[in-house]
């Protein structure tokens, strides 16, 4: 038996440990620990709830924007605002627009080079790779010059031995299987993608003043429509917000999808491994009607159990039995004990830190090992994420769901029960990618046609002065991020913040084990996942990095000496 451990096993936020028990090259047990300490709690308490999104934002630098759409929607629902049609719209292209990013440099640059072997693009044939590209593909940077050129970059940067980003990979391993031509067109992609990925989400500097942490509103949106105006967002603005969106339609279209069906045929029996847990929840975004009727939006609310597609359970955010925080494993103390769960109403977020001092050499997975709490609905684990949303969507009868779907499970020769798994869950991110992309340029035309029919409010003022608020009110704000399930709860009293509760995706997802001993996402998908070099786990990495791991919500941790903890090893 060898414990693995791999800490950070992150690429985009460093502060997740996974240890994992193998077992004649098997993974048999699996632990999931948050290496920081959630504190945004305790800095809201006591603030003007309309200002919450400001640090909620702050949260994450990737997640920023639905972090702020989760809090205003939150206060919104405790104070009974309604927002106008036209903040609706600008609110779901800024969602939008984040979710198209997120998924694409996830795709190339956070879980690319689990599958794609960068060194083994340097004995790849320029002339091979130009006729793959071409055959899948109407990209115009496709000829053997295009490739021939890349190669001889890429080849310098290896042969300097100053590898930069590419470094620290396991080149060479055996798990990996694309061919040459195929490893060479995916860095050409990557570098494509890389330059690409900073254009789309201008769209959130237009409407909301600035990114990676754009303005938001109780009420509206913090920006105003008028067609003549410069300091506004004017008819320049939004043509440039229409030809934005068009970009991405062709990055979609002719870079992402095609390279993701090209890629998944070499790793095919990945449709077999990494499904682990087998409910999914989904709170649903993207209102068509308005946020307090989820039966219209683009991604619907919902829960499946046991992979029941037959069946899909309500949720509600307000229900004091459906969603518990749960500290059997997590360093926080509850006044109950640790066998409770709360409602995050009831939030507790208070320290609790008895274990060793970090690095730590191995967690004590008896007892308390991770800074996440452990979330559960109706005391189910539940995954949570674009496998979810692309599930529940099917199962709810969505006909664009259903349609991309089948069609790209017929490309794959696979059959529906191949999505749960590390490979599926990869794939639903692609093809829900796909789906958002189109549903933008729906709500960009639908802004366009409310424009020019002379409506141009964003903002609303009812019940936005204290003076016409109740002295108490409980708000919950539910929207989806990238990573999944995201919803933030507040209670007011007095004008203020009383207690305020962030539950995150990776809350769900990366949490540790409850007192029941059920495994959340991550530990159950690890399960059965083989591990040809323990010195090298790439397995480990596809399975975990196939959730989009982010653990940002929250305050980083460090030692008594201040210093920061970064510890990476496998033993």
């Not at 809201?44 to 709830?49: A, E, F, I, N, Y």
């Not at 899948?136 to 290896?158: A, C, E, H, N, Q």
């Not at 440039?240 to 993701?260: F, H, K």
Request: proline content about 6%; some cysteine; aromatic content about 10%.
């Amino acid at each position: 038996m060898t414990r693995v451990v791999i800490d950070p096993i992150t690429r985009i936020e460093g502060h997740l440990r996974i240890e994992a028990v193998v077992e004649n090259g098997v993974v048999t047990d699996a632990f999931s620990s948050g290496t920081m300490v959630r504190g945004f709690e305790k800095i809201l308490k006591g603030r003007d709830p309309r200002d919450a999104w400001a640090f909620t934002e702050r949260a994450c630098g990737v997640c920023t924007t639905v972090h702020a759409l989760a809090s205003v929607r939150t206060v919104e629902d405790a104070l009974g605002i309604a927002v106008p049609k036209n903040a609706e719209l600008i609110r779901n292209l800024m969602f939008c627009a984040q979710l198209v990013q997120d998924h694409v440099i996830h795709f190339y640059h956070l879980h690319a080079l689990d599958w794609v072997d960068i060194v083994s693009a340097l004995s790849a044939d320029p002339e091979e790779t130009s006729r793959l590209a071409v055959s899948i593909s109407r990209w115009p940077k496709s000829s053997p010059g295009y490739f021939s050129d890349l190669k001889t970059r890429l080849k310098s940067f290896v042969d300097s031995g100053q590898m930069g980003i590419f470094a620290n990979g396991y080149w060479g391993h055996p798990a990996y299987k694309l061919p040459p031509a195929v490893n060479l067109l995916a860095v050409a992609h990557y570098l494509e993608a890389l330059a690409w990925q900073k254009e789309l989400i201008k769209i959130h500097t237009i409407f909301g003043g600035k990114n990676p942490h754009p303005n938001y509103l109780v009420g509206g949106v913090p920006c105003s429509i008028n067609l003549d105006e410069v300091a506004t967002v004017n008819t320049e603005r939004l043509n440039y917000v229409g030809a934005l969106i068009n970009d991405a339609i062709t990055i979609v279209e002719q870079l992402y999808l095609p390279d993701l069906l090209a890629i998944a045929p070499f790793y095919k029996e990945w449709f077999g491994l990494g499904g682990g847990l087998q409910n999914y929840l989904v709170y649903g975004d993207l209102p068509t009607r308005g946020y307090n009727q989820p039966d219209f939006f683009k991604f619907p609310r919902g829960a499946i159990l046991a992979r029941n597609l037959n069946e899909v359970h309500e949720v509600n955010g307000r229900d004091a039995e459906e969603i518990k925080e749960y500290i059997a494993h997590s360093w926080y103390k509850y006044p109950e004990g640790d066998a409770y769960g709360l409602h995050p109403w009831k939030g507790e977020t208070d320290f609790n830190f008895t274990g060793p001092k970090p690095p730590f050499q191995q967690l004590n997975v008896e007892g308390k090992y991770s800074w996440i709490k452990t979330p559960r609905w109706k005391e189910h684990p539940m995954e949570v994420g674009p496998l979810a949303r692309l599930l529940v969507a099917y199962a709810k009868g969505s006909s664009e769901v259903k349609e991309v779907l089948t069609e790209a499970l017929q490309k794959l020769d696979a059959p529906i029960t191949a999505v749960f798994s590390t490979l599926g869950r990869t794939a639903a991110r692609g093809l829900e990618t796909r789906l958002v992309v189109h549903w933008m340029k729906e709500f960009y035309d639908e802004l366009i046609a409310n424009v020019k029919q002379g409506e141009m409010r964003t903002f609303t003022r009812e019940k936005w002065e204290p003076d016409t608020w109740p002295a108490t009110a409980e708000g919950v704000g539910m929207t989806e991020a990238p990573r999944g399930a995201l919803a933030h709860w507040i209670r007011i009293h007095d004008g203020k913040v009383d207690n305020y509760q962030l539950v995150v995706p990776s809350t769900w997802n990366a949490s540790p084990r409850d007192a029941k001993g059920q495994r959340s996402s991550y530990e159950a998908s690890l399960i059965g996942t083989p591990v040809a070099n323990v010195e090298q786990p790439v397995e480990i990495l596809r399975t975990v990095h196939s959730f989009d791991p982010c653990i940002a919500c929250a305050v980083h941790l460090y030692d008594p000496s201040g210093k920061h903890i970064h510890d990476v090893h496998v033993h």
